[in-house]
């Protein structure tokens, strides 16, 4: 089941003061995004969140196999307009007990039906402005565990971002286990 604000609010509460519990294996697969909140709303900022989800945005994350320590993410966050793909690279790191997720992009690709058209190296942010994600909570379907309905056998992630706003999103098919 997709959690609501409130229940999100509490567990964020909670992950403030206990920690959230996730961890690197808990965050790997592909996440479509699905709802958005504005920074002290209890309602879903609807346009923005169709806006996003019609133009497929995703959030990728995998370990970071190019070295940048224990516990690296390789990160792609993309958005899709038919066979248009703008999509940003780069990588992150968990840090502190809650954890953060913090990451940054170092490239942007701008693709058409997976050919690159235009590939920019990005700037390297201020190490004290470097965007983050606070990890709430996460849940993922339970292998081999038959789901009542779909909406149950959903996993989600959601965080708050540097900015203040709350994200949730879902697990895509086929990502099921871990």
């Known amino acids: 089941m997709i959690p609501e604000a409130q229940w999100l609010l509490e567990r964020e509460r909670r992950s403030r003061r206990e920690g959230s519990g996730l961890s690197q294996a808990s965050l790997i697969g592909s996440w479509r995004l699905e709802r958005i909140w504005s920074k002290g709303s209890l309602r879903p900022a609807a346009i923005g969140a169709a806006l996003l989800r019609g ?11 190019g070295g940048t320590g224990a516990g690296g993410l390789q990160l792609v966050n993309s958005v899709r307009l038919g066979a248009l793909e703008l999509r940003f690279e780069g990588v992150g790191q968990l840090q502190g007990r809650r954890p953060l997720l913090v990451f940054s992009f170092d490239r942007l690709l701008l693709l058409l039906g997976g050919r690159v058209l235009v590939e920019r190296a990005l700037p390297s942010p201020d190490p004290l402005r470097r965007p983050f994600f606070a990890l709430i909570a996460s849940q993922r379907p339970v292998p081999g565990e038959p789901a009542p309905s779909a909406e149950v056998s959903v996993g989600w992630l959601a965080a708050r971002g540097r900015g203040g706003g709350l994200a949730l999103w879902c697990l895509e098919c086929g990502e099921a286990t871990e």
């Open 55 to 65: 133009l497929a945005a995703r959030l990728q994350l995998a370990p970071d196999e």
